[in-house]
């Protein structure tokens, strides 16, 4: 059974740092893309950053437009871990912050890796809250 579980959200002040982690769990994690969205209140969910898998694009990752520069995602594939280093942190960043697996499907690629329909499984989410 595949298995992601997110840690290290919280309360921070705006130009802070919090570090997320996914933990996987039930699949070759180092095979497969790892991406991150988020979902503040009454919006959608967003794709925040990706890491690609050994799976053709080996270890692409991407961002979206308002985090580059603050954010900076990795893996550590011997722990079966992909974290999501998030520095410079503003209001704008609060929300429920998830990791997702896409497993046994085509690469994930510059237009595609956002999309969250893109990917098969999800983590229960951490919350992440900037105060101003």
């Known amino acids: 059974e595949v298995q992601l579980v997110e840690s290290g959200g919280g309360l921070v002040q705006a130009g802070g740092s919090l570090r997320l982690s996914c933990a996987g769990s039930?699949?070759?994690?180092?095979?497969?893309?790892i991406g991150w969205f988020r979902q503040a209140p009454g919006k959608e969910r967003e794709g925040v950053s990706c890491?690609?898998?050994?799976?053709?694009?080996?270890?692409?990752?991407y961002y979206t437009d308002s985090v580059k520069g603050r954010f900076t995602i990795s893996s550590d594939n011997a722990k079966n871990t992909v974290s999501l280093q998030m520095n410079s942190l503003k209001p704008e960043d609060t929300a429920v912050y998830y990791c997702a697996a896409r497993t046994g499907r085509a690469p994930l690629n510059g237009s595609n890796w956002y999309i969250s329909f893109e990917y098969d499984h999800w983590g229960q989410g951490t919350q992440v809250t900037v105060s101003s």
């Open positions: 890491i690609s898998g050994n799976d053709g694009n080996n270890g692409n990752t």
């Open positions: 039930g699949f070759t994690f180092e095979d497969y893309a």
